[in-house]
Each structure stands twice: as structure tokens, then as C-alpha cells.
């Protein structure tokens, strides 16, 4: 089946440091990829997406590349500020070839600490 | 506005009480989708329906679960017979499949059970 293995938090960074969060997948077929933020007290937001090979998403100064010869979608960001601060989560769909309509699979997700 | 609504934020309920949560989805979207998600984990997928047929069951949705939306918009999760493993927060949301769209999908803001 479908999976999303993510790097573990918490990740804590000073404030303009570079950021990686690792993603990696599982998948059948060509999925879509996504990243999803959830702020303190907010629902899941999607933060960016790509839906084929070598597709750059990029939203708010994060990025994130498709790459199908490694199965990955790591998240970048060059400078982060303090109100990045938040839990983010790779995820997938398959289009609905295991089911489910496009349902989305999650990685267990990464938290992040931007300090001062 | 017009994003996903779900209602209530917060339940607290005893071992054994059945719970209703409602989901609204956004007014357009012909896709509903539940999913749970518990403490330190990524939202799991639980149904989906389209319009008003639900089209698909996750296995981790036992028969004490059941969702409806009877007219395809709004939508139900009802949980009879809570047990302490049901707690969790319960997360909806909605998407436009159609023809050549990403499909993406729009959360709200959570239910978070506990049951006592």
C-alpha cells in the first residue's frame, strides 16, 4: 500500500536558518504530492503540491521538488522567521487507484520551532 | 466564510455514549472525506463519499462507526458505544472531482473527542 515516511521532530532552527524536512514515499502509479501545515490551534492547510515528475511547488518562500528516481519531496525553505513555527506533513494521492477517491496519505508529520 | 465548517470543536463524552459530529463542507465541492487523526500521528483516511453515495469504508472504520450525507451536502460521523481508543480528533474535509482537476482537498478546523 500507499506510505509517507517523514523525518522526526521536533526541528528547531534560529530565526533565518535554512530549513530541510525529509520526505520520502511509497506509492502506486504516479502520485500527487503535497505538503499540508498546521498551525498551533488551526486545521490543515495545504502549503504546496506537485503532480508529476520533477514539478517544483513552491508557496511562501517553501519549496519542494518531485523526484521520482528517489521517491522524495523534501521540503525547503532558505530563511525561516518565527511564524513558521508549526507541524507540517507530507502526503500523497494515488488518483484513486487503491480506492478511496484521491484520498490523501500522511506522513506522521515534523514539527517545527523557529526561536529568536 | 465559506471554507469547510465542522461542529463541535470539542466533545468530552463517557465509555459508551454515542457521539455525533457534523462537517459542512465548502458549498460546491461534490467530495466529503473523513479522516482521524491521533496525538503525534498524521490524519488517517477513514470514508469518502461523492455527492450523497458514500463510496468507500477504511478498515479502521468499525460497525460501531457510521456516516451519512443525505442530501450531498452536509455531512455525519456518528460513533455509538465510544470507547478511550476512539479519542481523537476527527477531521473533514471537502474537494471538486471533476474532469481535469487536482482535486484538492480543503480541512477543517477538527473535532477532538475524548471519551472518559
Known amino acids: 500500500g500507499n506510505s509517507v515516511t517523514q523525518m522526526e521532530g521536533p526541528v528547531t532552527l534560529s530565526e533565518e536558518a535554512f530549513l530541510t524536512i525529509n520526505c520520502t514515499y511509497t506509492?502506486?502509479?504516479?502520485?500527487?504530492l503535497f505538503w499540508y501545515v498546521q498551525y498551533p490551534g488551526e486545521g490543515l492547510q495545504l502549503l504546496l503540491k506537485?503532480?508529476?515528475?520533477?514539478d517544483k511547488g513552491s508557496n511562501k518562500g517553501f519549496e519542494a521538488t518531485y523526484r521520482k528516481e528517489t521517491t522524495s519531496f523534501h521540503l525547503e525553505k532558505g530563511s525561516v522567521q518565527v511564524s513558521d513555527s508549526a507541524v507540517y506533513f507530507c502526503?500523497?494521492?494515488?488518483?484513486?487507484?487503491?480506492?478511496?477517491?484521491?484520498?490523501?496519505?500522511f506522513g506522521t508529520g515534523t514539527q517545527l520551532k523557529v526561536e529568536l | 466564510d465559506t471554507g469547510v465548517s465542522q461542529d463541535p470543536r470539542h466533545k468530552i463524552t463517557k465509555r459508551g455514549q454515542n457521539v455525533t459530529f457534523r462537517c459542512d463542507p465548502i458549498?460546491?465541492?461534490?467530495?466529503l472525506y473523513w479522516y482521524r487523526q491521533t496525538l503525534g500521528q498524521g490524519p488517517e483516511f477513514l470514508t469518502y463519499?461523492?455527492?450523497?453515495?458514500?463510496?468507500?469504508k477504511s478498515r479502521l472504520l468499525s460497525d460501531r462507526f457510521s456516516a451519512e450525507r443525505p442530501k450531498g451536502s452536509f455531512s455525519t460521523l456518528e460513533i455509538q458505544r465510544t470507547e478511550q481508543g476512539d479519542s481523537a480528533m476527527y477531521l473533514c474535509?471537502?474537494?471538486?472531482?471533476?474532469?481535469?482537476?487536482?482535486?484538492?482537498?480543503?480541512f477543517g478546523p477538527g473535532t477532538r473527542l475524548t471519551v472518559l
Open positions: 474535509a471537502s474537494s471538486l472531482a471533476a474532469t481535469g482537476r487536482n482535486n484538492e482537498q480543503f
Open positions: 506509492a502506486t502509479g504516479y502520485p500527487s
Open positions: 506537485a503532480t508529476k515528475a520533477d
Open positions: 502526503a500523497l494521492s494515488d488518483g484513486g487507484l487503491t480506492g478511496g477517491g484521491n484520498k490523501l496519505t
Open positions: 458549498s460546491e465541492h461534490n467530495r
Open positions: 463519499f461523492q455527492n450523497e453515495a458514500q463510496l468507500e
